[in-house]
């Protein structure tokens, strides 16, 4: 039998026709034609304001921190239980990041500790939308509302999900994407800076065009273009936007077949589930599932090392995930002490397993099988 990867990324047979029309154009920097393809589909598809694609999910993240003018000391709430990404794009404008635990029954933020983490300094609140399932986010913007915070969401792993109907991404101040090549849509690297509120449009472009009124200036809007505010080099460039773009138009096969793949799981897995042996993702009434990731909770990280190693023999490649942030090199010491329980129960505990569009009913019977076996 073959190795099962844990990821492989999915080329739908489009990316070197649009790559070649982007270097033939004559036009290879970025906000070109497939640039602007991408960004209206974003925007008609997700009903948001107004998208800036950008090289990364965490030069979106980071231009969220220069919009919402983060200065040294201000606090922004952030789950530990993330990517690091998360966090860092606020600890590079000086903030001072306060780690909000996970709820029991999902890795997302848990939105009755927030209220209790908000001070006088908090300028943002960053629900991070684990594997696609949507945060609580009514009463996010709610307090956010009450307290006048921003509410950035980290969907980069959200694409094509809802809560209560409306697309994740679309429903805070700011919105994030990611297109790196573990994601449900890949451009290699990539990433996408949604804007919903309508005041910060010229500004995002500003900040996205290394602080100059460019936009604006092909637009015809202004004589001449100008240094007009800080910013940085965050645009994509056209060869990623084309790749971006080709895998955009098969974006409802990706996620139907994605979708499959994790119903075959969770049918498979249903068993193991209902014996008590080991735990499978909840998805709460409010939120759809882009089948983003497939996990399973294991009792305790001895069993989880065990079970890796198990199928580790037998070539199948499952992962952990993220390791607190609070309690990382880097931050345990900023950190302010409290415990973050169910923070620290998924970092010993989530194993996530192979998913990806071309995986086979074979591969997936022999994943479920010997995962069974282990627990047996
Ligand atoms: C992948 C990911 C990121 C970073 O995305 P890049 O495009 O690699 O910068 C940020 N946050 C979360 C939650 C992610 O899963």
Redesign the pocket.
């Given at each position: 039998m073959d190795a099962v990867p844990f990821n492989r990324p999915f080329l739908t047979g489009k990316e070197l026709e649009y790559i070649t029309e982007a270097v033939y154009s004559g036009k290879l920097s970025g906000n070109g034609k497939f640039g602007k393809l991408c960004q209206s589909w974003f925007e008609m598809r997700f009903g948001i304001e107004k998208a800036l694609l950008t090289?990364?999910?965490?030069?979106?993240?980071e231009m969220t921190a220069l919009l919402t003018d983060i200065e040294p000391g201000d606090e922004v709430i952030v789950p530990s239980y993330?990517?690091?990404?998360?966090a860092n794009a606020f600890v590079l404008r000086g903030a001072k990041i306060v780690f909000a635990d996970s709820e029991a029954q999902t890795p997302n933020i848990d939105v009755s500790k927030i209220e209790g983490l908000i001070s006088p300094r908090t300028k943002a609140v960053v629900p991070?939308?684990?594997g696609g399932v949507a945060c609580d986010m009514d009463p996010i913007l709610e307090l956010a509302k009450k307290h006048e915070i921003c509410v950035i969401e980290?969907?980069?792993?959200a694409i094509g999900a809802t809560y209560k109907g409306r697309a994740l991404g679309s429903i805070g101040n700011l919105g994030?994407?990611?297109?790196?090549e573990?994601?449900n849509i890949i451009s290699g690297?990539?990433?996408l800076l949604a804007v919903n509120d309508d005041d910060m449009i010229k500004r995002a472009e500003i900040i996205w065009e290394k602080g100059t009124n460019r936009a604006a200036f092909w637009r015809g809007e202004v004589d001449k273009y100008n240094w007009v505010d800080v910013g940085s080099s965050y645009l994509a460039s056209e060869l990623t936007a084309a790749f971006l773009w080709a895998q955009l138009q098969f974006f409802d096969r990706i996620q139907e077949k994605r979708l499959a793949v994790w119903n075959f799981y969770r049918e498979g897995l249903r068993p193991l589930e209902e014996a008590g042996k080991i735990r499978l993702s909840y998805i709460p009434e409010y939120a759809s599932n882009n089948a983003h990731l497939f996990y399973i909770l294991c009792a305790d990280l001895t069993e989880r090392t065990a079970l890796i190693k198990h199928l580790k023999k037998k070539e199948i490649n499952a992962v952990f995930h993220y390791i607190s942030l609070h309690a990382s090199p880097f931050y345990k010491d900023k950190h302010d002490g409290r415990e973050l329980k169910n923070s620290d129960r998924y970092s010993d505990t989530l194993l996530r397993l192979p998913l990806y569009y071309d995986i086979s009913d074979d591969m997936l019977c022999i994943v479920i099988d010997e995962i069974k076996k282990f627990y047996r």
């Open positions: 090289s990364s999910c965490t030069d979106a993240l993330t990517f690091v990404s998360t991070m939308h684990y980290d969907a980069a792993q994030t994407f990611s297109f790196h573990t994601k690297e990539g990433g």
